[in-house]
């Protein structure tokens, strides 16, 4: 007779995003919802850490695992909007663990980011990236850009974050790194610069990405904005301007888009940003999206917050963003 | 007009040591010079080595102010060592050199330029990192200025450290990273293994990397030895190794020779290292001896909220340059 295994508490087993099943690219499944890891912050400016967040969001997720694996009838009720969640672990979503990652050698790591995510999109699963620093959402979108025009679509580009991505060519850095994402994506022409939407910046920037933007026909949504018009608003602002004939959108979640009072682990200092609350109600409109096709989630550095909050939080907005299109977290 | 006074160790705004920002037409024969490798893009374990520099300058700051109380001299409470206030000109901090983290080969160009100028210029370059594959420019910059075309000549290599870092080609990081500059260190021309010596190395090493060091004839005491042999004993064999038939010695001191006990700073985590005071005891030892360079690596000032670590480095590298900087004498 074999042992049973009961509900796993949130610290215990080994640690997959939402405890799903582990698998290989060759048993990925049209319609699933693919985690994998990119593990990579050799181009962060300032404090890395990045690479530690992988991991650190799928420990993070086992908590709401738990509790849903622990309930009776695996249901759980949110107190805000009265959606009730189930745990039918249908098998939906699968965790393809950690892409290859070379931490001294840019190009070959992002080689390994596009080839892995375009993998993941052509075989009909939707590619849900835990980054690494805010570089890797850009081989990661070209991967997905690369189906979308074979396919003869259109991919949009809607980036959270404290930083617009717009840097030219930089003396330390170079052309590809976590300060030029966006300005890449156009000039590779994995993405048009009418499809662009940022989220969320704050601060300064500089005069020619400020003109840049201005005569791109990109659309800048500022933290202000978000303050002023809400999270959900904003986002939905940000898709009707910068989806025009567009049949798919790339999301790209910075969690550096937070104000560092409530995400304290992530590299850069933000203050001016955004609430948990008001991404999560821009995460529950990309959520019901259904021209979303891919996601990541990037900036968080986990060593940089022993309260761990920052990667719960990240773990808790990926489920709010699955709880709709996966039959393993439904609404019941 | 706002006159200045002494400040506290918290506050103003200079280099190691309180010495002034200089630049390398300030450099004379005999000076010191401190050289910041701000580089950890080649480290597989946790990083931080970028704000090595940093951090023990900031943490130098309190011995400094120490020199401006009372006549200028301090005494070694332990050992009876008296340390004068550098003079003039003795002690310079360079500030940091270029680091480009995404592209390892013009860092290592960088690097190597910059502690070859100052080596050139007759200082004794302290290069501070950075993660450990920065010793390897360093020690070219070194050699390209100590040596120039009289390829005859030989430098002695002491590297303290818990590893050999004489790993050859990475499938993760290829050729160059924090585990291959001290293979890459044997390869130069004007390295003899025979001169080359490894204190404090413990715990577990690729098979590979024990057999290289086997073959090639390379000595190495492990941390046990330190602790069987004594310090003393341990640094003057390796002196007499590394000494033997060469005209310099060259040092690359990896902070994680220490315990994680009494360093925890660093990327890698050790229970087999030595302790502070037998650093402090091999810097005296080393210091006295003909070396001509040095390197110090792996202090991750973020993985340490002490500071300990950071001190301990500051402290190593003031033990190590001491008979040239305050002409210390023992009493």
Same mark, same amino acid.
């Given at each position: 007779?074999?042992?049973?295994?009961?509900?796993?508490?949130?610290?215990?087993?080994?640690?997959?995003f939402?405890?799903?099943?582990?698998?290989?690219?060759?048993?990925?499944?049209?319609?699933?919802?693919?985690i994998?890891g990119a593990?990579?912050?050799?181009?962060?400016?300032?404090?890395?850490?990045a690479? =530690?967040a992988p991991?650190?969001i799928?420990?993070?997720?086992?908590?709401?695992? =738990?509790?849903?694996?622990?309930?009776?009838?695996?249901?759980?009720?949110?107190?805000?909007?009265?959606?009730?969640?189930?745990?039918?672990?249908?098998?939906?979503?699968?965790?393809?663990?950690?892409?290859?990652?070379?931490?001294?050698?840019?190009?070959?790591?992002?080689?390994?980011?596009?080839?892995?995510?375009?993998?993941?999109?052509?075989?009909?699963?939707?590619?849900l990236v835990l980054g690494g620093?805010h570089?890797v959402s850009?081989?990661?979108?070209?991967?997905?850009?690369?189906?979308?025009?074979?396919?003869?679509?259109?991919?949009?580009?809607?980036?959270f974050?404290?930083?617009?991505?717009?840097?030219?060519?930089?003396?330390?850095?170079?052309?590809?790194?976590?300060?030029?994402?966006?300005?890449?994506?156009?000039?590779?022409?994995?993405?048009?610069?009418?499809?662009?939407?940022?989220?969320?910046?704050?601060?300064?920037?500089?005069?020619?990405?400020?003109?840049?933007?201005?005569?791109?026909?990109?659309?800048?949504?500022?933290?202000?904005?978000?303050?002023?018009?809400?999270?959900?608003?904003?986002?939905?602002?940000?898709?009707?301007?910068?989806?025009?004939?567009?049949?798919?959108?790339?999301v790209s979640l910075g969690m550096?888009v937070?104000?560092?009072?409530?995400?304290?682990?992530?590299?850069?200092?933000?203050?001016?940003?955004?609430?948990?609350?008001?991404l999560?109600?821009?995460v529950?409109?990309?959520?019901?999206?259904?021209?979303?096709?891919?996601l990541d989630v990037v900036e968080v550095?986990?060593?940089?917050?022993?309260?761990?909050?920052?990667a719960?939080l990240a773990s808790n907005l990926i489920?709010?963003f699955?709880?709709?299109?996966?039959?393993?977290?439904?609404?019941? | 007009?706002?006159?200045?006074?002494?400040?506290?160790?918290? #506050?103003?705004?200079?280099?190691?040591?309180?010495?002034?920002?200089?630049?390398?037409?300030?450099?004379?024969?005999?000076?010191?010079?401190?050289?910041?490798?701000?580089?950890?893009?080649?480290?597989?374990?946790?990083?931080?080595?970028?704000?090595?520099?940093?951090?023990?300058?900031?943490?130098?700051?309190?011995?400094?102010?120490?020199?401006?109380?009372?006549?200028?001299?301090?005494?070694?409470?332990?050992?009876?060592?008296?340390?004068?206030?550098?003079?003039?000109?003795?002690?310079?901090?360079?500030?940091?050199?270029?680091?480009?983290?995404?592209?390892?080969?013009?860092?290592?160009?960088?690097?190597?330029?910059?502690?070859?100028?100052?080596?050139?210029?007759?200082?004794?370059?302290?290069?501070?990192?950075?993660?450990?594959?920065?010793?390897?420019?360093?020690?070219?910059?070194?050699?390209?200025?100590?040596?120039?075309?009289?390829?005859?000549?030989?430098?002695?290599?002491?590297?303290?450290?818990?590893?050999?870092?004489?790993?050859?080609?990475?499938?993760?990081?290829?050729?160059?990273?924090?585990?291959?500059?001290?293979?890459?260190?044997?390869?130069?021309?004007?390295?003899?293994?025979?001169?080359?010596?490894?204190?404090?190395?413990?715990?577990?090493?690729?098979?590979?990397?024990?057999?290289?060091?086997?073959?090639?004839?390379?000595?190495?005491?492990?941390?046990?030895?330190?602790?069987?042999?004594?310090?003393?004993?341990?640094?003057?064999?390796?002196?007499?190794?590394?000494?033997?038939?060469?005209?310099?010695?060259?040092?690359?001191?990896?902070?994680?020779?220490?315990?994680?006990?009494?360093?925890?700073?660093?990327?890698?985590?050790?229970?087999?290292?030595?302790?502070?005071?037998?650093?402090?005891? #091999?810097?005296?030892?080393?210091?006295?001896?003909?070396?001509?360079?040095?390197?110090?690596?792996?202090?991750?000032?973020?993985?340490?909220?002490?500071?300990?670590?950071?001190?301990?480095?500051?402290? #190593?590298?003031?033990?190590?340059?001491?008979?040239?900087?305050?002409? #210390?004498?023992?009493?």
């Amino acid at each position: 007779m074999s042992w049973e295994r009961g509900p796993l508490l949130s610290f215990a087993g080994i640690a997959t995003f939402m405890r799903a099943p582990a698998v290989d690219f060759d048993a990925l499944q049209p319609g699933q919802v693919a985690i994998v890891g990119a593990p990579f912050d050799t181009t962060t400016a300032w404090r890395q850490g990045a690479r =530690y967040a992988p991991r650190a969001i799928r420990e993070a997720s086992l908590h709401v695992v =738990y509790w849903l694996d622990s309930a009776y009838e695996s249901e759980l009720v949110d107190l805000e909007s009265g959606t009730t969640l189930q745990r039918t672990a249908t098998g939906t979503v699968v965790d393809l663990g950690d892409l290859n990652v070379y931490p001294n050698q840019v190009t070959r790591s992002a080689e390994s980011f596009q080839h892995g995510t375009r993998e993941i999109v052509e075989r009909g699963a939707f590619p849900l990236v835990l980054g690494g620093d805010h570089f890797v959402s850009l081989p990661c979108c070209r991967g997905v850009a690369e189906v979308v025009t074979q396919r003869g679509g259109m991919l949009a580009f809607i980036t959270f974050g404290c930083e617009l991505g717009l840097a030219g060519e930089d003396p330390v850095w170079g052309t590809d790194w976590s300060g030029s994402v966006v300005r890449r994506l156009v000039e590779t022409g994995a993405v048009d610069a009418r499809n662009i939407a940022w989220v969320g910046p704050s601060g300064l920037a500089p005069r020619a990405e400020w003109d840049w933007i201005q005569h791109s026909g990109a659309t800048l949504l500022t933290a202000e904005d978000v303050h002023r018009q809400g999270g959900a608003d904003a986002t939905r602002h940000a898709l009707t301007s910068a989806t025009t004939d567009c049949d798919a959108v790339y999301v790209s979640l910075g969690m550096d888009v937070l104000d560092s009072a409530h995400a304290p682990g992530i590299g850069p200092a933000v203050i001016g940003g955004l609430t948990p609350t008001e991404l999560g109600h821009a995460v529950a409109v990309l959520a019901r999206e259904p021209r979303v096709v891919a996601l990541d989630v990037v900036e968080v550095a986990p060593h940089l917050d022993p309260s761990g909050r920052t990667a719960r939080l990240a773990s808790n907005l990926i489920f709010d963003f699955l709880a709709p299109r996966s039959a393993d977290l439904s609404p019941a | 007009m706002h006159q200045r006074s002494h400040q506290p160790s918290f #506050a103003g705004v200079s280099g190691f040591l309180r010495s002034p920002l200089a630049d390398y037409a300030d450099v004379g024969p005999g000076a010191v010079t401190i050289l910041g490798a701000p580089h950890d893009t080649t480290c597989s374990s946790r990083q931080g080595a970028r704000f090595g520099p940093t951090g023990i300058r900031a943490a130098s700051q309190y011995l400094g102010d120490l020199f401006r109380r009372g006549d200028g001299d301090l005494v070694d409470l332990a050992t009876g060592q008296v340390f004068h206030r550098p003079g003039a000109g003795m002690l310079l901090d360079m500030g940091d050199l270029p680091v480009q983290p995404t592209d390892v080969v013009r860092t290592t160009a960088s690097i190597r330029e910059g502690v070859a100028e100052s080596t050139a210029r007759g200082g004794f370059p302290v290069t501070l990192g950075g993660d450990h594959y920065i010793s390897y420019p360093a020690f070219l910059g070194f050699s390209d200025a100590f040596c120039g075309s009289n390829r005859d000549q030989r430098i002695g290599f002491i590297q303290m450290d818990s590893h050999f870092d004489l790993g050859d080609i990475n499938l993760v990081w290829g050729r160059y990273w924090h585990g291959s500059n001290a293979r890459r260190i044997s390869e130069v021309d004007v390295v003899n293994p025979a001169n080359m010596v490894w204190i404090g190395v413990n715990g577990v090493t690729r098979g590979e990397q024990y057999e290289f060091a086997k073959g090639m004839g390379l000595t190495f005491f492990t941390g046990e030895d330190v602790r069987q042999l004594g310090i003393v004993e341990v640094v003057r064999r390796a002196l007499e190794i590394a000494g033997n038939g060469t005209e310099a010695i060259y040092l690359s001191l990896d902070i994680d020779v220490v315990d994680a006990l009494f360093a925890p700073g660093t990327g890698a985590v050790v229970w087999g290292g030595i302790r502070p005071a037998d650093l402090l005891a #091999a810097m005296d030892l080393i210091g006295a001896a003909n070396v001509r360079a040095m390197d110090l690596v792996e202090v991750a000032p973020n993985l340490d909220p002490t500071e300990a670590t950071a001190r301990l480095a500051s402290l #190593a590298v003031i033990h190590l340059t001491a008979p040239r900087l305050f002409g #210390a004498r023992r009493p």
